[in-house]
């Protein structure tokens, strides 16, 4: 049996990131943009990338050891911590943000500090 080969690719046509654009397109047609809410939609994107690799997205999961809780952390078969997000809301000044998150200790290695603007793709 072959075994399937696993991609880093994603491309402008993933299933994926059409929901994505079109879940902050229906949020901007609502007048929503705080970030507990246009956060899920960047939530479910990595939520369904994280799967096709057999991974798994968790939310609000702390760091072993730490009083760190990034938004998610992406995992893989075994446990291990591949990535994490880090939202923030868009009224927020981003580079300030991850600059006080640095401080605090969060995690480097394949983190996305992301504030996701409602914007229509």
């Known amino acids: ?6 991609t880093t ?3 402008v046509d993933h ?3 059409a929901l994505y654009y079109a879940t902050l397109a229906e949020y901007k047609s609502q007048g929503v943009h705080h970030e507990g809410a246009v956060s899920t939609a960047f939530e479910n994107l990595l939520t369904a990338l994280a799967r096709q690799r057999g991974w798994v997205f968790i939310p609000l999961l702390s760091v072993t050891g730490r009083r760190i809780i990034p938004d998610g952390t992406i995992r893989d078969s075994h446990g291990l911590p591949r990535a994490y997000w880090e939202a923030k809301d868009t009224d927020d000044d ?9 401080a605090k200790g969060y995690p480097l290695n394949n983190i996305i500090f992301e504030d996701t603007s409602v914007v229509s793709h």
Do not use: G, N
């Open 1 to 6: 049996m072959a075994k399937s080969k696993l």
């Open 9 to 11: 690719a994603i491309d």
């Open 15 to 17: 299933p994926a990131l």
């Open 94 to 102: 981003l580079e300030q943000e991850i600059k006080k998150k640095i």
